[in-house]
């Protein structure tokens, strides 16, 4: 006997449809989204051969002013809020193989980590010059931006807040700093790279 069913090789995922319109409570186009992000992690997780897994943190929603609600979207990857500038520039490095900085905290001269500890034979590079001078600040500058180039690192992403002078200068050398990244996103990003 043949059966007339065709196996397939992978998996088919179950259709999870009947359940966003019983969650819905009227909200169809919110709950369609939620069934795209299921199905879009689902592909993930079959191209990595896992089992099927709904994970919310990796979901990060955005709302963007005056836009009206229809034009809502699943996009996969990280969605970010770039000014006109820092989206010129990651245009720009959107082809070219990136060495990426991760910081968790605050990327300025006077940020210190509550929980550091000095390692013995590290030196920070707020330790390279005095800054208690009125041009420390542009000396701290000066040496960050010149270990970034000397690393060739094009890309850095902070889970708090940059100096606006170590931005810009950043932005003219072609480095694009994204500030306010969830930690969450960063470490599925570092996982990745």
Known sequence: VVSPVVRSDQPKFPDISHISTA???GCDNSMKLAVEVVQMQWKMDQQEMNYPTFDTTKVMTCVLPCLPEDCACVVPGCVVLLSSEQASIAHQLKEKPLKVAFINGDLSHT?????FKSLTGLQRVSQLSDLSHSSGE????????KLLLTLEVHLILIAGFAHEKLIQ?????KILIVEKVKLSVIRIIAKSV
């Open 23 to 25: 969650l819905s409570h």
């Open 111 to 115: 940020y210190r980590h509550l929980g």
């Open 138 to 145: 542009e000396e701290w500058l000066e040496k960050v931006v």
């Open 169 to 173: 200068s950043c932005l003219q050398h």
